[in-house]
């Protein structure tokens, strides 16, 4: 079965905090991840890579956030199969800014989508290429 989500999450705080923040996280992506995790982190900061089917494993990512609210997590992802990409950042087991991208098909439509926290939409944009250079599109 192929993997279709990749996504690149880092963790970024209190230096004190990341060691505690990793074995949890990992526990829980241990318990309940079927996909793949790779570890990438450097002394000040914590990075996965992720990959697998059925979506981005948020759950665990933002469970362990609740626990250690001080931390900040950036989340990108993309599913070049269906030609979606995104960003959440994540803080205290709450989504503090998200935005999705996606690419319609082989008609060249690009749709961009930003919501703040609460679910308010803040910017969406879909537009496609008339002639090179030249973009249509709507703005909302």
Request: glycine share 10%.
């Amino acid at each position: 079965m192929a993997e279709r989500i990749s996504a690149r999450v880092v963790v970024t705080g209190d230096r004190a905090l990341l060691g505690a923040y990793r074995e949890r996280v990992n526990e829980l992506l241990d318990e309940d991840y079927p996909g793949t995790y790779r570890e990438l982190h450097t002394s000040d900061r914590l990075e996965y890579e992720v990959r697998g089917r059925g979506g981005v494993p948020f759950p665990p990512f933002v469970k362990a956030s609740e626990e250690f609210p001080e931390l900040e997590i950036a989340v990108r992802w993309e599913n070049p199969a269906i030609g979606e990409r995104g960003a959440a950042d994540i803080q205290a087991g709450r989504l503090k800014d998200q935005a999705t991208s996606e690419t319609a098909g082989h008609d060249d439509v690009e749709i961009d989508i930003r919501a703040g926290g609460d679910g308010t939409i803040v910017l969406a944009v879909a537009c496609r290429e008339r002639s090179d250079g030249e973009w249509i599109g709507y703005a909302l």
